[in-house]
């Protein structure tokens, strides 16, 4: 048994708050069967747990904080000052791939094919918008929350305005249809690619999370082989552009063979239901094994 203190951190107060409670008791069972001094901390509020984090002075901290100040680089930026070490992409990379029109650019940038898109700050903004049919998210969340699609101008201004009142800044993108997949990456290496098939609607947050409501079948099926190893490479290439680290899980739509990049999330649900477990699991890494190679690689 490994003696090295780790405090895993969840709960927060993002609106992904239950699902990180999830991870959180999921990732300190696992710990447990491989470290003597592992403690859960639930938390709410940022300034709390910084401080109890600094308390209990770990070795390690196990982020499992989804969206917020747990994955936008505030945390991670604590932790660095503290000189803690933490699981996961570091400050600058977080800060990047938590903002999806940042990612976005920097992706376009680099030849790594995404939606064309707009960021939304006010009603003016839409504007720039001349394309339909559009998808539309809030700038800064993640678990497909605030997702909507407009087929009109009078949908995307409703809609829109709707959003930016809660979220204050959205993005507007070229809706892109075709087969939805993820491809999770851990520690530099690729994992098998999970295509994502929910049974009604879309992969919004309730099919995210409720079983049953999503089939999943990894490894991918009837697929050619060249562009299997295309989505990979762009997967693994978008991971080193943005400079993540640790596990971190890339989300893509393929259309016409072309796997457009959706965003890239640094700190992955570890859930029943997430995907992450599910590759790691096709390339023969149980969950425990998983969330101890996450721990050891810091």
Known sequence: MNDKKIVVVCGGDSKERA???KSGK???EALLKNYKNVECLTCYD???????????????????LHGGWGENGELQAACDMLGIKYTGSDFSSSVVCMDKFIT???LNSSNIPVAK??????????NSVDFMPVCIKPNNEGSSIGVEFAHSREELVSKSEILISKFKKIVVEEKIEGRELTVSILNGNVLPIVEIKPKKGFYNYENKYTPGSTQYIVPMEKIDK???????DIAYKSYRILGCAGAARVDMILQNNIPFVLEVNTVPGMTET???PKAASCAGINFEDLVKRIADTV
């Open 19 to 21: 699902v990180s409670l």
């Open 26 to 28: 999921a990732v300190y």
């Open 46 to 64: 940022k300034k709390s747990c910084i401080e109890n984090i600094k308390t209990k002075s770990p070795d390690l901290v196990f982020i499992a």
């Open 104 to 106: 976005k650019s920097i």
């Open 117 to 126: 898109g707009v960021l939304v700050e006010t009603a003016d903004d839409l």
């Open 226 to 232: 060249n562009i299997e190893n295309l989505c990979m």
């Open 274 to 276: 997430s995907l992450l």
